[in-house]
T-cell receptor
Framework: KAGVTQTPRYLIKTRGQQVTLSCSPI?????VSWYQQTPGQGLQFLFE???????NKGNFPGRFSGRQFSNSRSEMNVSTLELGDSALYLC?????????????FGEGSRLTVL | GDSVTQMEGPVTLSEEAFLTINCTYT??????LFWYVQYPGEGLQLLLK?????DKGSNKGFEATYRKETTSFHLEKGSVQVSDSAVYFC?????????????FGQGTTLQVKP
């Protein structure tokens, strides 16, 4: 059974640019959630999508957005990048949703903003 | 609000030492509790869980008991190995009706030396 796949694994952008990250969940999982991980702030919840609907959103500015497609694949987009957006972005899939606590994480996309 | 507090790291132990990583929580309802582990360069993996008071979760030699009276879920292992070096996250979920709420602690880094 294939795991959660995130692409790209590493990317470097400059301030002001935008970036799109992709996440393919485990087959059959309808929930995809996104997290930002930094040394200073730890693991912070960005948002969750379930069957193409955003169910919950963390405390991030509107520059952070996401969507989910009918095949459950998800993308997140960050516009007008800032230096502070440098982080590891983790995607997790779940059969029943984030509240079940049983998440399967990808290896992450490491974003560096210069 | 609901929160999870973990002991600060890094925790440095010699191989075969006894491990305890403290985790306490604040929650308005009756949460389920989880421990996740993140090995270097990887995403998080669910290590163990407990869904009600006095439940003991266990996996790979790790154990944690859900203590409602002390609002704690401390992670223990009797004899750590170098391969246990990782970051450990405690998390809580309030389950259905609290869509998207999986709250992580800040993480505790464990370093095991040979």
């Amino acid at each position: 059974k294939a795991g959660v796949t995130q692409t790209p694994r590493y990317l470097i952008k400059t301030r002001g640019q935008q970036v799109t990250l992709s996440c393919s969940p485990i087959s059959g999982h309808r929930s995809v959630s996104w997290y930002q991980q930094t040394p200073g702030q730890g693991l912070q919840f960005l948002f969750e999508y379930f069957s193409e609907t955003q169910r919950n959103k963390g405390n991030f500015p509107g520059r952070f957005s996401g969507r989910q497609f009918s095949n459950s694949r998800s993308e997140m987009n960050v516009s007008t990048l800032e230096l502070g957006d440098s982080a590891l972005y983790l995607c997790a899939s779940s059969l029943g949703g984030v509240e079940t606590g049983e998440l399967f994480f990808g290896e992450g996309s490491r974003l560096t903003v210069l | 609000g609901d929160s999870v507090t973990q002991m600060e790291g890094p925790v440095t132990l010699s191989e075969e030492a006894f491990l305890t990583i403290n985790c306490t929580y604040t929650a308005t309802g009756y949460p389920s509790l989880f421990w996740y582990v993140q090995y270097p360069g990887e995403g998080l993996q669910l290590l163990l869980k407990a869904t009600k008071a006095d439940d003991k979760g266990s996996n790979k030699g790790f154990e944690a008991t859900y203590r409602k009276e002390t609002t704690s879920f401390h992670l223990e292992k009797g004899s750590v190995q170098v391969s246990d070096s990782a970051v450990y996250f405690c998390a809580l979920s309030l389950g259905s009706g609290n869509t998207g709420k999986l709250i992580f602690g800040q993480g505790t880094t464990l370093q095991v030396k040979p």
